[in-house]
């Protein structure tokens, strides 16, 4: 998930999975959303015990690496390296991000929340992330709520390398503002509360592959 200096300037889709989703119900409908959409990556949420998280954890990333799309967990480090996955996302900020990097190694991703504080972004960064995630964006409940604000997106895609993503009570509107100004858009809540998925994902994302 590093952007090359060359590449186009278009934000890429990053795809949480749902909260305490089963893996087998889950399957299918993450390989449809990957034949149908380019996807940067895919998080699983961290939340569960973690017999199930692992059996989530193999699921995701046979289908997830069959397309070439990389997988990152929340916060469990030793389920990321027991099940192959690509790396972890932290929702403690900059907290983990070092000792994560030792344990992972320097090919793995690790990404950072730094919910709406440039500071947490800036030590997460300097801690060595490879993207830091900043959210919500809109009303959801997400971290402590507190809405991250439109410049601080700005600000970080003028003055900071390390890609940044955009998560949290995302819409359409929403999208559109912060295209110009983020790498990755973290979509996941917003479509699987829907009663069909994919048209909630048609009508957010129009990049179809």
Same mark, same amino acid.
């Given at each position: ?17 749902? =909260?305490?989703?089963?893996?087998? *119900? ?12 380019? =996807? ?23 289908? *997830?690496?069959?397309?070439? =799309? ?24 900059? %907290?983990? =991000? ?13 990404? *950072? ?63 559109? %503002? ?30 179809? %592959?």
């Amino acid at each position: 998930m590093t952007d090359q200096p060359d590449a186009p300037s278009a934000p890429q889709l990053y795809l949480i999975a749902p =909260v305490g989703a089963d893996p087998d *119900a889950f399957g299918p409908r993450l390989a449809e959303v990957l034949e149908r959409y380019q =996807v940067a990556c895919v998080r699983i949420p961290g939340a569960g015990d973690e017999a199930r998280l692992g059996r989530m954890a193999d699921v995701v990333r046979d289908i *997830a690496h069959a397309h070439d =799309v990389a997988v990152v967990i929340e916060d469990h480090i030793q389920i990321a390296q027991n099940h192959g996955l690509d790396g972890v996302h932290l929702t403690t900020g900059a %907290k983990q =991000v070092r000792y994560a990097r030792r344990e992972l190694g320097d090919d793995a991703i690790v990404g *950072a929340f730094s919910a709406a504080s440039r500071h947490d972004g800036m030590s997460a960064a300097e801690a060595g992330a490879d993207y830091v995630s900043f959210g919500p964006v809109g009303p959801t409940g997400l971290g402590t709520g507190e809405e991250a604000p439109m410049d601080i997106f700005a600000w970080w895609s003028e003055m900071i390398e390390v890609p940044v993503v955009a998560e949290g009570g995302l819409d359409a509107v929403l999208i559109g %503002k912060l295209a110009p100004i983020t790498d990755f858009f973290a979509i996941g809540p917003e479509i699987w509360a829907k009663d069909d998925p994919m048209d909630a994902l048609s009508h957010l994302w129009r990049q179809d %592959k």
